[in-house]
């Protein structure tokens, strides 16, 4: 099935640094979602994004809906502990059963 | 407000076998989505019901199957089990045409096919 180009794949950073990562389509989405995935968890919704070129915030997370509506981007400043885990972007369909076409994800690791 | 319930948490079954998933929906939510996630993969979509139909499917096999009951709850059914059927299924409930992003995840069940 298909699944949305994410990059970096994984990434290891110190306490305090911060973070980007991106994920792009071949498809437009009129919805972008960005999930984070602790392990024997299911995936927690940090940010929903609408409307392309749309930058929003959720405490020390921005995520903004690249205005080809084929691109999102994710940033967390001053990294913590508790950042550590897997991100997913997701695109939603606009229509129907809305469902969720997810990204390869980016795993974050923090060094101490 | 109880979230999503997904049973059994693990699962080990041997290849050829039939396996069923349940999951509870969220209180106050109609719709339940399924998806696999294989290890090191993001979630793939398989189906969705909605007032006890499917209402959607993913690129799966018709050995993938599903229920939804009056109360909203959800199993999906696999049978003929192949190893590559080894992984993380989640289970998402939703309010159908409620906010976009509504969508909230269960634990998921962890199967094993040997």
């Known amino acids: 099935g298909q699944q949305l180009n994410q990059s970096p794949q994984s990434m290891f950073i110190q306490e305090g640094e911060d973070v980007s990562m991106n994920c792009t389509s071949s498809?437009?989405?009129?919805?972008w979602l960005w999930y984070k995935q602790d392990p024997g968890e299911g995936p927690v919704l940090l940010i929903a994004?609408?409307?392309?070129?749309e930058l929003t915030s959720n405490g020390r997370l921005t995520a903004q809906f690249g205005i080809t509506r084929k691109d999102s981007f994710l940033n967390i400043s001053a990294s913590i502990p508790s950042d550590v885990g897997i991100y997913f972007c997701?695109?939603?369909?606009?229509?129907?059963?809305?469902?969720?076409?997810f990204g390869t994800g980016t795993r974050l690791t923090i060094i101490p | 407000e109880t979230g999503v319930t997904q049973s059994p948490t693990h699962l080990i079954k041997t290849r050829g076998q039939q396996v069923t998933l349940r999951c509870s929906s969220q209180?106050?939510?109609?719709?339940v989505s399924w998806y696999q996630q294989a290890l090191g993969q993001g979630p793939q979509f398989i189906f969705q019901?909605?007032?006890?139909?499917?209402?959607g499917r993913g690129n799966f096999p018709p050995r993938f199957s599903g229920l939804q009951f009056p109360n909203y709850s959800s199993e999906l059914n696999v049978n003929a089990l192949e190893l590559d059927d080894s992984a993380l299924y989640l289970c998402?409930?939703?309010?159908?045409?409620?906010?976009?992003?509504?969508?909230?995840f269960g634990s998921g069940t962890r199967l094993t096919v040997v």
């Open positions: 019901y909605y007032r006890e139909e499917e209402n």
């Open positions: 209180s106050g939510h109609n719709t």
């Open positions: 998402a409930s939703s309010l159908y045409g409620g906010p976009r992003h509504g969508y909230t």
């Open positions: 997701a695109g939603q369909d606009p229509f129907g059963n809305e469902k969720l076409t």
């Open positions: 498809s437009i989405f009129n919805t």
């Open positions: 994004l609408y409307k392309a070129g």
